[in-house]
């Protein structure tokens, strides 16, 4: 009997075994953090979840390679991570970073002139999703983990699998990149 | 911002995680350097933007529905697998009695025969060309390492 709280590698081998409720045990745990991963990286919420299906389709079909004494997540992440960049590469026209799952609420107090807060507006969506989309989809990734899923430096070096100085480097300059990009579109 | 070290310390006291050390320095460092007590501003208004930005969260009928849309691509996987499997032996064997026809057939000129076998012989070869480059292109993508499926 499978339940939320049966552990990863004892779910991926009874899915191995044949287990269909074992299978939509380990989707429902994970669905919402790879769908937003694959939403990160792409942009665009319909390719999210076509490619974050087509990632628990090859995770599906490949467990019985997956070494159960190892955390599922990361590698079920890194088979999302290359189907996404694979999909970009292939994507011969650049298409444009456009989430509307954004909720942008009211700032507590208000800001300076200059500031990236100054008036909120359904534009702020607009010129969020553009300035992502100017970002490389690592970028977008860090981002992301850093922003939306409020990780840490150090959980995103983990899941991510790089040093910790990479990812403040990268943090740096594509928040860099963030803010200048709010300043312009303010003045 | 031209100091490398001071561009870690900056993202460690707008994130909150500096130490008292850190942020002493950092401090002394911003009043004698215009530049990155400007960038600093501006990290910290960007930060307070950021924090009011959220994404919401997959509604349960959307959830629902993923689950009934991934369950049923899974069933329709294993029918394009037969599916493919028919038509690739059909195609086949359809294909060589076609061919042995034509080849055997008194009626049918030299010329002809050979322009086919020609014909056949160049998609032949371009599709060996083309399996070739899909097989060099997996092996040497720079995501290789990573896709191990």
């Avoid at chain 2, 911003?30 to 950021?50: A, P, W």
């Avoid at chain 2, 499997?85 to 010329?111: C, H, K, N, Q, Y």
Wanted: aromatic share 12%; net charge positive.
């Amino acid at each position: 009997m499978v339940d939320m709280n049966t552990p990863d590698a004892k779910a991926v081998s009874l899915t191995i075994a044949g287990d269909k409720e074992a299978f939509a045990v380990i989707v429902a745990r994970y669905t919402e953090r790879i769908y937003r991963m694959a939403l990160y990286i792409l942009g665009n919420e319909q390719d999210a979840m076509d490619l974050s299906q087509d990632a628990f389709i090859r995770a599906y079909r490949n467990l019985k390679r997956f070494d159960v004494s190892r955390p599922f997540f990361p590698w079920f992440a890194t088979i999302l991570r290359n189907l996404c960049y694979n999909f970009l590469r292939r994507r011969k026209r650049k298409q444009t970073y456009n989430i509307e799952d954004f909720q942008i609420a009211e700032p507590s107090s208000p800001s300076s002139p200059s500031s990236p807060c100054a008036g909120i507006a359904v534009e702020t969506k607009i010129v969020l999703n553009r300035a992502l989309s100017e970002l490389s989809p690592q970028a977008r990734e860090i981002i992301g983990k850093f922003y939306f899923e409020q990780l840490s430096y150090a959980e995103i070096a983990t899941e991510l699998d790089i040093p910790i100085g990479t990812v403040m480097s990268r943090l740096y300059y594509a928040r860099k990149h963030l803010k200048d990009r709010f300043i312009r579109e303010a003045r | 911002m031209k100091h490398e070290h001071y561009k870690h310390l900056l993202l460690r006291v707008v994130d909150g995680v500096a130490t008292a050390e850190e942020r002493e320095e950092f401090t002394a460092h911003i009043r004698s350097c215009e530049e990155c007590h400007r960038e600093y501003g501006e990290f910290k208004n960007l930060e307070e933007f950021m924090s009011a930005v959220k994404l919401k969260d997959l509604s349960e009928d959307a959830r629902s529905a993923y689950w009934h849309s991934l369950y049923n691509r899974l069933e329709r996987g294993i029918g394009w697998i037969f599916l493919s499997l028919g038509a690739i032996l059909l195609l086949g064997f359809g294909g060589f009695m076609l061919i042995r026809e034509f080849i055997t057939d008194p009626t049918v000129s030299v010329i002809l025969k050979i322009g086919v076998c020609v014909l056949l012989a160049g998609f032949v070869v371009l599709l060996v060309s083309v399996l070739k480059e899909r097989l060099f292109v997996r092996k040497y993508d720079k995501y290789s390492k990573e896709v191990k499926l």
